[in-house]
């Protein structure tokens, strides 16, 4: 069951059907059905951990730049209606950084 609600947290679904081999809690992820009873989960929890915090922190990085380009932009930009997009564009940076995990 926690290993269940760990996989719901890393985005899997949980299964309203049971395994039909030994009516454990099953979850999709990626794709893929696996039983959290009978499959080996670890070596995919633990594979996933490291990619996931790679990929956070290279989205922090390459938000970060872009955020500060745009707003670097935005101090020059004359045009009212480039100033919105510019606008827009970093408040949506802004909030993505937002709600990367901190560490
Ligand atoms: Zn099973």
């Not at 209606?81 to 937002?98: C, D, G, M, P, T």
């Amino acid at each position: 069951m926690r290993l269940a609600a760990e996989l719901v947290s890393r985005g899997a679904t949980m299964l309203a059907e049971p395994c039909p081999q030994d009516g454990g809690i099953q979850v999709r992820f990626r794709g893929k059905v696996y039983c959290t009873s009978h499959d080996d989960l670890s070596s995919i929890t633990s594979a996933d951990a490291v990619s996931y915090d790679t990929v956070v922190a290279h989205m922090r990085e390459v938000l970060l730049a872009r955020l500060n380009e745009a707003t670097t932009a935005l101090a020059t930009e004359k045009d009212a209606i480039k100033q919105e997009q510019l606008v827009s564009l970093v408040a949506k940076y802004f909030e993505l950084l937002q709600r990367l995990p901190q560490k």
